[in-house]
């Protein structure tokens, strides 16, 4: 007995020696390696070990790596450093300081925003764009600057009349422009929470629901400066002292507004933008009927409170101006996994939602499928890495409450592109109308029809192409699909326009799969155009 002892914990020491690889054929196959070499020595005799049959011994071993293997499985996180080294220079580019401003959410958290170009209140502003990025980025990154930069840039003079949308046209000056606001995730950036943990969809839509009401009725507002912080943290400030300045002012009526999202964000855009339009159409009912001297039995409540009052907007009125979405490599539709391993899954991440994913569980994506340059890729994965000085990106495995937390997201989007259910609201729709508060539609609800413009790259090895084929094939609209042309569908669009109800899905060849990154110039070109109702396939197409 005592030299099974003696084998198992030489078994232990090479399961040790592998946990790294964190491969399940690795370190079963160290465990047979071990008992065979104990049976060429002879140990124990023919029988076994101690009168343990070699059976016994045999599932010992597969047992005990199997365990091992769990524990790897659970790692926790890990602050060491890219292990990747690039031979090239890496670009000598930093994030962004912390902002002053920030908004605190739901959930208690502050989330830190920028606003950039004219203030929406101003005549100098032809409308807001809201933006986001996707899982594991963040909006102070120096590349994401250069997108954000491109948008609130001054707007030339707009089309002719026939060209533009007649909502929010306020003359041609050439210093006119949109209102860029932008805001991280929690968990993302400087904003406080769990770093790169999104396990509830329905929170981050919530947060950008927030965001806007606040941007819309002048609610945000500069701060004093926050004592300085290390870069690369995200550990909360001490209270700031009182603001000293008053609150900007609210968006006017008519003003345009559109919500803009990458990946993960493309996704709670759509859901959000589902949201948004179901509430333009109650509110315009309620204003409606106040227009005829009536009132409503939900007068004065709207979907969010508070407004600077005067000619600006108040209360949930800013919904009427909702004009769009534009979803940038969205994510949409992702594997089927079978009901036992999905069953599993939850479980784990229920259970253990910080804890990473091991690589062995992982799908490979090599970084240039995300990236097109090779400076751009090195700074990512060396300098924006978490634990690194100045890094805010993540960079590592995925966490297991995440991993749920995007198929739960996705499942969202799938249900509403979905065909009608008979009898909605029993069965799984109404379960799932049940987890979110009835937020976000049963089983036979479908997506809501608005403006959306989908770019994508028909290569992107992150999501899938075909989830956004799908997205602008199956969107229920008032007018049928007039056909398709080339790589782009239109559903009664000509020209390529969106407008009304309508969606445009244009592919970016070649552009892999952080379009705000790789293609920033052409990305906000698109964007502008669809925000002022010019030709978004002939704006989004190369110089």
Same mark, same amino acid.
């Given at each position: ?6 084998? =198992? ?25 071990? +008992? $065979? ?24 071993? =597969? ?36 902002? @002053? ?9 502050? +989330? ?131 603001? @000293? ?25 759509? +859901? ?23 009132? @409503? ?36 539709? +992702? ?21 990473? =994913? ?85 089983? $036979? ?99």
């Amino acid at each position: 007995m005592t030299q099974y002892v003696i084998w =198992v914990d030489e078994f232990a020491a090479s399961v040790r020696q592998r946990l790294e690889e964190d491969s399940v054929p690795r370190i079963v196959a160290d465990g047979l390696a071990g +008992l $065979a070499a104990m049976m060429s020595r002879g140990v124990g005799g023919v029988g076994g070990v101690g009168g343990v049959g070699w059976p016994t011994l045999l599932l010992a071993a =597969v047992v005990g790596a199997l365990v091992h293997h769990l524990l790897a499985l659970l790692r926790r996180e890990e602050h060491a450093g890219p292990a990747k080294r690039y031979a090239d220079p890496v670009p000598a580019w930093s994030n962004r300081p912390r902002p @002053t401003t920030y908004f605190v959410n739901g959930r208690g958290q502050r +989330l830190y925003y920028e606003l950039r170009g004219p203030d929406p209140g101003s005549s100098a502003c032809r409308g807001v764009i809201f933006v986001n990025v996707g899982y594991s980025a963040h909006v102070m990154r120096p590349t994401v600057g250069k997108f954000l930069d491109a948008l609130a840039r001054p707007v030339p003079s707009p089309s002719p009349p026939e060209r533009r949308r007649e909502i929010g046209a306020v003359g041609d000056a050439e210093s006119e422009g949109f209102c860029v606001a932008t805001f991280d995730w929690a968990g993302a950036g400087y904003s406080e929470g769990v770093r790169c943990l999104y396990d509830d969809h329905v929170g981050l839509v919530a947060d950008l629901e927030t965001f806007v009401q606040l941007v819309m009725t002048g609610q945000c507002r500069p701060q004093a400066p926050a004592s300085q912080q290390q870069r690369g943290t995200t550990a909360p400030p001490p209270p700031p002292p009182p603001a @000293t300045t008053r609150p900007g002012a609210a968006a006017r009526p008519g003003l345009p507004w559109v919500v803009v999202g990458q990946s993960m964000a493309g996704g709670v855009a759509l +859901l959000f933008s589902h949201e948004a339009s179901g509430r333009k159409e109650m509110v315009g009912m309620a204003k409606r009927l106040r227009a005829a001297g009536l009132r @409503t039995a939900s007068e004065g409540k709207g979907s969010g409170s508070g407004g600077s009052g005067g000619k600006g907007q108040t209360g949930a009125d800013y919904y009427c101006d909702f004009a769009g979405c534009v979803a940038l490599a969205p994510l949409v539709t +992702l594997s089927k996994l079978p009901p036992p391993v999905m069953a599993v899954l939850t479980w784990v991440a229920a259970w253990f939602p910080h804890r990473l =994913v091991p690589r062995a569980l992982e799908v490979p994506i090599p970084d240039d499928a995300t990236w097109l340059k090779d400076s751009v890729i090195a700074w990512h994965m060396t300098h924006d890495v978490w634990g690194v000085p100045g890094g805010l990106g993540w960079g590592r495995a995925m966490r297991w409450g995440s991993a749920v937390g995007l198929i739960a997201l996705s499942d969202a989007l799938v249900a509403l592109l979905g065909p009608p259910v008979p009898g909605g609201g029993k069965g799984a729709g109404a379960k799932r109308k049940a987890r979110d508060g009835g937020r976000l539609g049963g089983a $036979a609800e479908r997506l809501a029809a608005f403006p959306l413009v989908v770019l994508h790259d028909p290569g992107d090895r992150i999501t899938a192409f075909s989830g956004s084929r799908l997205l602008v094939d199956r969107q229920d609209r008032p007018v049928p699909p007039t056909g398709a042309s080339g790589t782009e569908l239109r559903h009664g669009a000509s020209g390529g326009e969106a407008v009304g109800g309508e969606a445009v899905l244009v592919a970016m060849e070649g552009c892999r799969h952080d379009l705000m990154v790789n293609e920033p110039e052409r990305v906000a070109r698109a964007v502008l155009a669809f925000a002022t109702g010019d030709d978004v396939h002939d704006a989004a197409g190369p110089l």
